[in-house]
């Protein structure tokens, strides 16, 4: 049976369980959405840039486990999206990017747009930010490199792939190559044994232990194994920021997130001489450890858990390393740890509850918390922080954007349920947020999404509410305003060795913004003006909605390891 090539991809697609693909069309791209048109499971979604459509693909796919598709035409379309596909790559997100491309026979003659070996190269452009990067030369080789591609997407570490689709391979017909999922990718998930019994041994003895949950293990769909573990033996649990929906904010283990904008718990617990530090999912980057704290170390031993080997000891010397999926080294984990207690009578846990609880009576989890319930004005940011989780029912989903919207809902803004705060901070790239809430919305429709954006990120990408608008997708923005980049500004002021320079602007009116862009505007400009039944109006409203809400430019945001981490590095 024969079959246009841009069919069959648009089946691989499907197969995949792909329902959307962001895109902004052009004309190379006309065979692929031909296809689509036809297709019965997948919507191509208009977007207003191809990085807002990156930045989609992106939230739908970490909002539901599943395949991100975003697509541009050749040329500017390419380069458009570079940043949303470095925002995939750096945070370990299965994104498929494809990229039109003019004809093979016009390769090198100086047609409009081309993006091929023989001018502005689209495929050496992505390979630095992919895990693959191809032209698919031959429509004959479709099958194959869709195979391919979704093969490296998948293996390993997650991450984005790209594949350049010349417009006449794509409308040519190839034999109908369709195979199942299973038969092409594997699904296997190793560990050793020697290092998971070594691991539990050590788990077992220790006197002060405790976890580090950080984003491969929401990547592994493994928070119920670590919650396992930690509630068997009485250990805290803190997260690093981006994990920081892995663990329940309010669960008895829990010490909050460590890393930029640590909660003082987790710091206080973290640096105070824990014993055995179990690790699961982290690349121990600058914002997850305080820049590279030395005090991490633990007294006795480091395990280490991720799928990645060439993360093993990197950054901190590991006494045990364990490579793997997360979830599947953490349940045998916990059973051989069962395996080991069996051999010991009357077994005890050495960490009481009533001695964690007893420093955690004795240990505040937040700075400055009387400004949580401060009524002046401007709002104080950590009275907005408080005001939103009291008026958003607990599935809600939250995208947090770069800048010190990441400081203030790290720190201040509870989370309880696996996926529901997500930030791009692998790359942090500004404007993220903003679009990406559009894409977490497709993926969740079912349940409240909002975007927690400082105006200076929403300036780059706010255009995504018309979009929103488009679909009908009641997304909430919550937009800071402060006229000002407030994670420079106050990063100037707080540093002994810069100015404050390129950091302010014009205060700008969102809402009309908004209303312009065919969504509700409401501006807030008193604490409790956000409350539980505007916010049950907002969402019974079903209407994109911005909030923008007048903020106190001058509070310092809680990141002075960032600023001591950039005075190390730039001196």
């Known amino acids: 049976m024969k079959i246009k090539a841009a069919d069959l991809l648009i089946k691989y697609l499907e197969q995949e369980g792909v329902e959307y693909v962001f895109e902004v069309p052009g004309g190379v791209l006309e065979p692929i959405n031909n296809a689509l048109y036809e297709s019965k499971k997948i919507t191509p979604i208009l977007a207003k840039h191809e990085e807002g459509a990156a930045f989609m693909a992106c939230?739908?796919?970490?909002?539901?486990?599943?395949?991100?598709?975003?697509?541009?035409?050749?040329?500017?379309?390419?380069?458009?999206l570079m940043t949303g596909v470095a925002s995939a790559y750096g945070d370990s997100t299965p994104v498929l990017v494809l990229t039109g491309q003019v004809s093979t026979s016009t390769?090198?003659?100086?047609?409009?747009?081309?993006?091929?070996?023989?001018?502005?190269?689209?495929?050496?452009?992505?390979?630095?930010?992919?895990?693959?990067?191809?032209?698919v030369f031959k429509a004959s080789m479709v099958p194959e490199m869709i195979r391919r591609a979704l093969r490296h997407a998948f293996s390993g570490r997650p991450g984005p792939v790209h594949l350049n689709l010349p417009r006449d391979v794509?409308?040519?017909?190839?034999?109908?190559?369709?195979?199942?999922?299973?038969?092409?990718?594997?699904?296997?998930?190793?560990?050793?044994?020697?290092?998971?019994?070594?691991?539990?041994?050590?788990?077992l003895k220790a006197e002060r232990p405790a976890m580090l949950l950080g984003n491969g293990t929401l990547l592994s769909d493994a928070a119920e194994e670590a919650k396992a573990i930690a509630e068997m033996l009485n250990i805290p649990v803190a997260t690093t920021p981006k994990a920081k929906s892995v663990f329940p904010s309010d669960h008895p283990l829990s010490i909050g997130p460590f890393g930029l904008a640590s909660s003082l718990l987790a710091e206080k617990y973290l640096t105070g001489g824990v014993d055995v530090f179990l690790t699961v999912g982290t690349r121990f980057t600058e914002w997850s450890t305080q820049a590279w704290d030395k005090r991490l170390l633990?007294?006795?031993a480091l395990l280490q858990i991720d799928?990645?080997?060439?993360?093993?000891?990197?950054?901190?010397?590991?006494?045990?390393?364990?490579v793997g999926d997360a979830k599947a080294i953490l349940t045998e984990i916990y059973y051989e740890m069962k395996r080991q207690i069996k051999e010991v009578a009357d077994f005890k846990p050495n960490l009481s509850m009533a001695e964690f609880n007893k420093f955690k009576g004795e240990s505040p989890i937040y700075l400055d918390e009387e400004k949580m319930y401060s009524n002046s004005n401007p709002i104080k940011p950590q009275r907005l922080m408080k005001d939103l989780r009291e008026s958003l029912p607990r599935n809600t989903i939250v995208f947090v954007d770069a800048g010190n919207s990441y400081t203030w809902g790290i720190h201040y803004f509870p989370v309880y349920l696996p996926r529901t705060y997500i930030m791009g901070i692998g790359f942090a790239s500004m404007g993220y947020a903003t679009a990406a809430a559009v894409g977490g919305k497709f993926a969740a429709p079912d349940k409240p999404v909002v975007a927690i954006v400082g105006d200076g990120a929403f300036l780059m990408n706010g255009m995504e509410i018309a979009t929103a608008v488009n679909y009908n997708l009641p997304v909430i923005w919550v937009i800071l305003n402060d006229a000002q980049l407030g994670m420079v500004y106050h990063g100037q002021k707080m540093a002994s060795n810069a100015h404050v320079v390129v950091s302010t602007f014009k205060k700008v009116d969102f809402c009309k913004v908004a209303e312009g862009l065919g969504a509700r505007g409401i501006r807030i400009e008193k604490p409790g003006e956000i409350n539980p039944e505007l916010m049950d109006e907002i969402l019974s409203s079903g209407r994109p909605t911005v909030l923008d809400v007048a903020i106190d430019p001058e509070e310092p945001p809680p990141m002075k390891y960032r600023v001591a981490a950039l005075e190390e590095i730039y001196d």
């Open 59 to 80: 939230g739908y796919a970490q909002v539901s486990g599943k395949l991100g598709v975003c697509m541009g035409t050749t040329g500017p379309g390419c380069t458009n």
């Open 107 to 135: 390769f090198g003659k100086g047609a409009l747009q081309e993006s091929s070996s023989e001018g502005i190269d689209a495929v050496a452009m992505f390979k630095p930010l992919t895990k693959y990067s191809a032209m």
């Open 170 to 203: 794509m409308g040519g017909e190839i034999d109908l190559d369709l195979r199942k999922a299973e038969t092409y990718r594997g699904c296997c998930q190793p560990f050793d044994r020697e290092s998971i019994k070594r691991a539990s041994a050590y788990l």
């Open 298 to 300: 633990p007294t006795k």
């Open 307 to 322: 799928i990645d080997p060439y993360e093993i000891g990197k950054n901190y010397p590991v006494t045990v390393g364990l």
